[in-house]
């Protein structure tokens, strides 16, 4: 499993290759190739996701691959970061689909929960967590914080991909059940992706660098916020059959 998640990152990856090492034609096979051990990979991971007899064994080996410290940059080789970026793409299109064509697999819904757990924990494990660096901040009546950005962590470009894909998972859940759907999380997923985005997502949005990938992570987050705010302001319109879950203060505090 962990060796298919590094075959789709790794293959969906921009070549190294240029005019100068490679003729055109040349090129365009190394890239039929990659796109065809990626959609292998892709088609695989999906078929072990959605069987009863392997969709537990299968997920659990892709949130091992997933559950990584983002600050300890030393310990991470770009292998691990590769396998964890194809975990996460794999499962979460087994989650979420890809809407609204695609729906995700109504076997792992019991999943959903945990699986928001581990993905705001490791994105938020790119920022300092120290008492020097956290600044708490009342907002709506609840304590949130203001988290200052790991710099040497920041520093480390494959560690974008990693956050990349976690902020497009978290894209297709709310695409999947806030802009396509009529947001019908249960208490306690509605409890994980709040925490997900108030500490993984949120402190991205004062950091406004130069790099591609970090301001295509930016730009992902803001869309989120957008359709989520959108979502709930169109629940706090609804009179008759108001979505029963998120109320007022948590709307609020959202």
């Known amino acids: 499993v962990t060796s298919l998640c590094h075959?789709?990152?790794?293959a969906e990856s921009t070549p190294d290759t240029n005019e100068e090492t490679a003729g055109?034609?040349?090129?365009?096979e190394i890239l039929a190739q990659r796109q065809f051990v990626a959609a292998s990979a892709a088609e695989l991971l999906w078929i072990l996701l959605s069987s009863e007899e392997t969709a537990c064994t299968t997920t659990d080996a892709l949130l091992d691959a997933i559950d990584i410290d983002l600050s300890k940059t030393d310990n991470l080789s770009g292998e691990d970061c590769a396998r964890a970026a194809g975990a996460i793409r794999?499962?979460?299109a087994a989650l979420w689909g890809d809407p609204p064509?695609?729906?995700?697999?109504?076997?792992?819904?019991?999943?959903?929960?945990?699986?928001?757990?581990?993905?705001?924990?490791?994105?938020s494990t790119i920022f300092?967590?120290?008492d020097c660096t956290i600044k708490s901040s009342d907002i709506a009546g609840r304590v949130s914080c203001l988290i200052v950005l790991n710099e040497g962590a920041f520093d480390d470009s494959k560690l974008y991909v990693i956050v990349l894909e976690i902020v497009l998972s978290l894209r297709r859940l709310v695409d999947s059940e806030m802009v396509y759907g009529s947001g019908d999380l249960c208490p306690t997923e509605w409890e994980a992706f709040t925490k997900a985005i108030d500490f993984g997502l949120a402190p991205w949005?004062?950091?406004?660098?130069e790099d591609p990938l970090q301001l295509e992570i930016c730009d992902e987050i803001s869309a989120i916020f957008f359709q989520l705010q959108s979502f709930l302001?169109?629940?706090?319109?609804?009179?008759?059959g108001f979505?029963?879950?998120?109320?007022?203060?948590?709307?609020?505090?959202l």
């Open 7 to 10: 075959f789709l990152s790794a």
């Open 24 to 28: 055109a034609m040349f090129q365009k």
């Open 90 to 92: 794999a499962l979460s």
């Open 101 to 123: 064509s695609v729906k995700g697999v109504p076997l792992l819904r019991f999943f959903w929960e945990p699986v928001l757990d581990i993905l705001g924990r490791v994105t």
């Open 128 to 130: 300092h967590s120290s």
């Open 205 to 209: 949005l004062l950091y406004q660098g």
């Open 233 to 240: 302001l169109k629940c706090a319109q609804v009179e008759v």
């Open 243 to 253: 979505h029963q879950i998120v109320d007022n203060d948590e709307r609020q505090y």
